[in-house]
């Protein structure tokens, strides 16, 4: 049964009609580190409906002190090994007043497999953890490479505010349909991941 | 017909109640180049809202990618009754890059590509590649430009593929973010944004105009 109100379909078959002004960002799933798994992974939900799909971590907390969080993707497969080229600089400041802005080479990748690094050193203290935000564009698409970009802040283990930058694509036009995120050595003890579609 | 639960309207007059909770971020306008010169979006055109329904606007670009290899991708904008997209800008750009054979790969200012109190396109790329799989993605964000107290302060991030085999660096892709920011030098409200590469034509992509609600 449908609802129209004023001549205008409000719900019909079980649905907002498509008419009706909503936001344009779109909660699609949530995930939870508990300590019992290295990766969260995103392996469904992420299609051709959105042209932009964004991932929100908060306070990601590692179970061992002094890892570095990672993201991958899946083109194809069961494997999360996308082909990447990305650039990684990072600026810090350290309880310590210690400073930097720099571009971390042993951060980037060139054609790699690899996870890619998305902030580094994070500190295991029960207070501390990582926060940032991942946009992943036109993952379907099948002509172009897939451009993303990450920004993170992590307080590293070393008492230091680390905000780091990470761009770059995934040089496949192979479909991207999963991504997930881990750390670089032990469980991922807390925190949430949300993705969102944007329309 | 109206709904009514609970004593609350939920619905009426053919539209949700302004009371019932929906998303902060609405999308305004898509516009899909097809060897497009420019793409524009004009308060009061075309269905576009580009004033003070909202504090802050959101731009996203999604696989723009050029007619012409090797060139860079910009916007400008137009006050309020004002023409010539040519308003009075300074800004500044910075990259992060690293080519896909792992050099050259820097974090550097790009002083030659900055405008200085000057009503030139503000470049928000380094030249884009375009090859098949080649494009740029991202956003800016410009705050409150309705105001007519405050200059208007804008944050640009994109990320794209550098062309390859350009004159400047060897035959490798390469992967460039790029950080604009500055503002808009005028107290007059803005109301219209252009965007275009500086050479040849937007042959394919989509830009989208979204408004974010309850912000000043």
Same mark, same amino acid.
């Given at each position: 049964?449908?609802?129209?109100?004023?001549?205008?379909?409000?719900? &019909?078959? %079980?649905?907002?009609?498509? #008419?009706?002004?909503?936001?344009?960002?779109?909660?699609?799933?949530?995930?939870?580190? @508990? %300590?019992?798994?290295?990766?969260?992974?995103?392996?469904?939900?992420?299609?051709?409906?959105?042209?932009?799909?964004?991932?929100?971590?908060?306070?990601?907390?590692?179970?061992?002190?002094?890892?570095?969080?990672?993201? !991958?993707?899946? @083109? #194809?497969? $069961?494997?999360?090994? *996308?082909?990447?080229?990305?650039?990684?600089?990072?600026?810090? /400041?350290?309880?310590?007043?210690?400073?930097?802005?720099?571009?971390?080479?042993? /951060?980037?990748?060139?054609?790699? $497999?690899?996870?890619?690094?998305?902030?580094?050193?994070?500190?295991?203290?029960?207070?501390?953890?990582?926060?940032?935000?991942?946009?992943?564009?036109?993952?379907?698409?099948?002509?172009?490479?897939?451009?993303?970009?990450?920004?993170?802040?992590?307080?590293?283990?070393?008492?230091?505010?680390?905000?780091? +930058?990470?761009?770059?694509?995934?040089?496949?036009?192979? *479909?991207?349909?999963?991504?997930?995120?881990?750390?670089?050595?032990? !469980?991922?003890?807390?925190?949430?991941?949300?993705?969102?579609?944007?329309? | 017909?109206?709904?009514?639960?609970?004593?609350? $309207?939920?619905?009426?007059?053919?539209?949700?109640?302004? #009371?019932?909770?929906?998303?902060?971020?609405?999308?305004?306008?898509?516009?899909?180049?097809?060897?497009? =010169?420019?793409? =524009?979006?004009?308060?009061?055109?075309?269905?576009?809202?580009?004033? &003070?329904?909202?504090?802050?606007?959101?731009?996203?670009?999604?696989?723009? /990618?050029?007619?012409?290899?090797?060139?860079?991708?910009?916007?400008?904008?137009?006050?309020?009754? *004002?023409?010539?997209?040519?308003?009075?800008? $300074?800004?500044?750009?910075?990259?992060?890059?690293?080519?896909? @054979?792992?050099?050259?790969?820097?974090?550097?200012?790009?002083?030659?590509?900055?405008?200085?109190?000057?009503?030139?396109?503000?470049?928000? =790329? +380094?030249?884009?590649?375009?090859?098949?799989?080649?494009?740029?993605?991202? /956003?800016?964000?410009?705050?409150?430009?309705?105001?007519?107290?405050?200059?208007?302060?804008?944050?640009?991030?994109?990320? +794209?593929?550098?062309?390859?085999?350009?004159?400047?660096? @060897?035959?490798?892709?390469?992967?460039?973010?790029?950080?604009?920011?500055?503002?808009?030098?005028?107290? =007059?409200?803005?109301?219209?944004?252009?965007?275009?590469?500086?050479?040849?034509?937007?042959?394919? %992509?989509?830009?989208?105009?979204?408004?974010?609600?309850?912000? *000043?």
């Amino acid at each position: 049964m449908a609802l129209i109100s004023n001549g205008t379909t409000m719900f &019909d078959a %079980g649905a907002l009609d498509s #008419g009706i002004t909503k936001g344009a960002m779109t909660f699609i799933s949530k995930l939870t580190g @508990d %300590g019992s798994t290295t990766t969260l992974t995103f392996a469904s939900g992420i299609t051709s409906t959105y042209k932009e799909y964004v991932f929100i971590f908060t306070n990601i907390h590692p179970q061992t002190d002094d890892k570095n969080f990672t993201v !991958n993707f899946r @083109d #194809g497969g $069961t494997n999360y090994d *996308a082909m990447k080229t990305t650039s990684y600089f990072h600026a810090v /400041h350290g309880e310590d007043d210690s400073t930097s802005l720099a571009y971390i080479t042993g /951060h980037d990748t060139a054609q790699g $497999t690899g996870a890619q690094i998305i902030a580094e050193g994070i500190s295991n203290d029960a207070d501390h953890g990582v926060s940032g935000i991942l946009h992943l564009y036109a993952p379907s698409s099948t002509t172009f490479v897939k451009q993303f970009m990450c920004r993170s802040q992590a307080t590293r283990h070393s008492d230091i505010a680390s905000d780091v +930058h990470v761009g770059g694509y995934c040089n496949v036009t192979a *479909a991207i349909t999963g991504v997930q995120f881990a750390m670089s050595s032990g !469980n991922i003890d807390a925190g949430v991941i949300s993705m969102y579609g944007i329309a | 017909m109206g709904v009514i639960s609970n004593g609350t $309207t939920l619905l009426d007059a053919g539209a949700l109640d302004s #009371g019932v909770p929906t998303g902060k971020l609405t999308l305004i306008k898509t516009l899909t180049a097809s060897s497009s =010169s420019t793409l =524009s979006f004009i308060d009061g055109a075309a269905s576009v809202v580009l004033d &003070d329904t909202y504090g802050v606007y959101i731009i996203k670009f999604i696989n723009v /990618h050029p007619q012409t290899n090797d060139t860079q991708f910009g916007m400008q904008f137009n006050a309020a009754g *004002a023409a010539d997209f040519n308003e009075t800008i $300074t800004n500044t750009i910075f990259k992060s890059r690293q080519e896909e @054979d792992a050099s050259p790969a820097e974090l550097a200012l790009d002083v030659g590509g900055v405008l200085s109190q000057a009503t030139g396109l503000c470049k928000i =790329s +380094h030249p884009v590649g375009n090859l098949a799989n080649e494009a740029l993605s991202g /956003h800016v964000t410009l705050y409150n430009p309705s105001s007519t107290t405050f200059l208007k302060n804008f944050i640009s991030v994109v990320n +794209h593929s550098y062309p390859s085999a350009t004159a400047d660096v @060897d035959a490798n892709g390469q992967t460039m973010n790029i950080f604009t920011n500055g503002y808009i030098n005028t107290a =007059s409200a803005i109301d219209e944004v252009k965007f275009q590469f500086v050479s040849g034509n937007i042959e394919s %992509g989509t830009i989208q105009l979204f408004g974010l609600g309850a912000s *000043a």
